[in-house]
């Protein structure tokens, strides 16, 4: 479906936030016959909504929220509605059309769009695929699930996107170069569970795109697309395991044969980051860029390029330790990629959050052979250390809050060691989203200096 098949239909925006803005000024464009936005939490009263948007969608929410919904032809939902709201199961009983804000534009878009997903690596991934594409004469447009609605992206002759699995659920078009970094459990309360989980962020790959890129050494992600192909039935390009085309051995990028440039150009830590590089490079070679005959200037934008932040971002400290923020972390695998970063050096992580019942037995499992402190935090802090507490070569340790896990942190940690705080957890509950927690790491960090 496409913006202009609204025209004279009638439809509802079930979200106030950017997406929803975003889908309301989109789609008013597009005449349809009727156009209301429905807020249904229990704060609607409290949302602004007035002036031009409450002129092209007055807003709907309490006992007229379902009614407004259901009375459409077509709900356009944003992404923070879960696959599980009963409102939805019942508005697709009833055979109502259900889509989204990043399913109208990929609609319209998908043919010069590189969309990037992954249970993580997908903003790092993303954004280096733009930063090279752009190095070697490639100008792009980069958005998607940064903040940026992709209903709000401006006019461009290419787009590169990062992709959440909430945006990828509802497309029924796949961007050309379709790109997936890693699949691991996630969000699975607001899919169903694991198998809608993959289900949704697999969706990316379901629409014939004309190139599929995904990270060979992930042995769960190559289970899951076996028999998955691309439009021309080939089927996806494995970059990053040891016998692809684009891989890292001996601390050097090859693409096949050739050496392209020594690993440490990239400024990125772990083998993970590694990995999406190959993706990267995968990505612009096969859009036809002749990456070997380019190795210098993307050499170049390679070094250039600087991680996200609150991604193992390391923090200054008199101190002789290395304090990490890394509180994107959201799940025992992305812990587990943190940890691999900085093997060899004396290690505490700091994990714990929101609990969402997260299955922490990998993480078990990848520290079995490690030495390190591992300081739990609330809410979920001490159900993950009783997950480790038996192996020995862990220590665990309590805290009451972040502050107390970093002054302990500096107790236990030796000059040239490392404070990581991985989280392996959302940060809701006690903190208003991740940005706040890692402000709160930092000034732990600083009040907590000699």
């Known amino acids: 479906m496409r913006l202009a098949d609204l025209r004279g239909r009638s439809v509802a925006v079930w979200g106030t936030g950017k997406e929803g803005r975003a889908a309301v000024t989109a789609i008013a464009e597009h005449e349809p016959s009727r156009l209301i936005a429905v807020d249904d939490s229990p704060g609607y009263l409290d949302v602004e909504w007035e002036g031009a948007l409450s002129a092209l969608a007055p807003l709907a929410g309490g006992e007229h929220a379902f009614a407004s919904l259901a009375s459409a032809d077509v709900v356009v939902r944003s992404p923070g509605v879960p696959q599980t709201h ?6 697709r009983a009833r055979g109502i059309t259900v889509t989204g804000g990043s399913a109208l534009w990929m609609a319209d878009n998908a043919a010069r769009t590189v969309g990037v997903t992954g249970s993580k690596g997908k903003s790092t991934t993303s954004s280096l695929i733009s930063h090279l594409l752009a190095a070697v004469g490639r100008p792009n447009a980069y958005g998607g699930n940064i ?4 209903l709000d992206l401006p006019p461009a002759e290419l787009y590169v996107l990062e992709l959440s699995s909430y945006q990828c659920a509802d497309l029924t078009d796949s961007p050309r170069v379709a790109v997936v970094t890693s699949l691991f459990p996630e969000h699975l309360d607001a899919h169903g569970g694991e198998r809608e989980y993959y289900r949704d962020k697999l969706n990316l790959l379901r629409y014939r795109p004309e190139l599929i890129v995904v990270n060979g050494a992930d042995e769960r992600l190559r289970d899951e697309i076996r028999g998955v192909t691309d439009a021309s039935g080939f089927p996806p390009v494995p970059a990053a395991a040891d016998d692809s085309r684009f891989r ?3 601390d050097v990028v090859f693409c096949s044969d050739d050496e392209l440039f020594p690993r440490a150009a990239l400024a990125l830590k772990g083998r993970h980051n ?8 995968a990505v612009l070679d096969g859009m036809g860029v002749d990456v070997v005959g380019s190795r210098e200037a993307i050499a170049e934008a390679v070094r250039s390029f600087r991680g996200l932040p609150h991604r193992l971002a390391e923090i200054e400290d008199g101190s002789g330790i290395t304090f990490v923020d890394d509180t994107l972390s959201t799940s025992p695998y992305s812990a587990i990629h943190a940890i691999e970063a900085y093997e060899g050096r004396p290690l505490t992580v700091l994990v714990g959050g929101t609990d969402r019942g997260l299955d922490y037995t990998p993480l078990r499992e990848f520290l079995s052979s490690r030495e390190l402190t591992v300081i739990g935090l609330p809410d979920s802090g001490p159900r993950i250390l009783s997950v480790i507490s038996d192996l020995p070569g862990v220590r665990t340790l309590p805290s009451e809050d972040l502050f107390d896990a970093v002054r302990i942190s500096r107790e236990v940690t030796p000059a040239g060691g490392v404070v990581l705080l991985s989280p392996a957890a959302p940060s809701y509950g006690r903190f208003r989203n991740f940005e706040h927690r890692s402000e709160a790491f930092a000034q732990a960090v600083r009040d907590t200096a000699k």
Do not use: K, M, S, T
């Open 86 to 91: 009963p409102f939805l199961r019942e508005l």
């Open 248 to 250: 890292v051995e001996d």
């Open 147 to 150: 903040g940026i609605p992709l």
């Open 274 to 281: 590694e990995r999406n590089l190959c993706v990267a490079l």
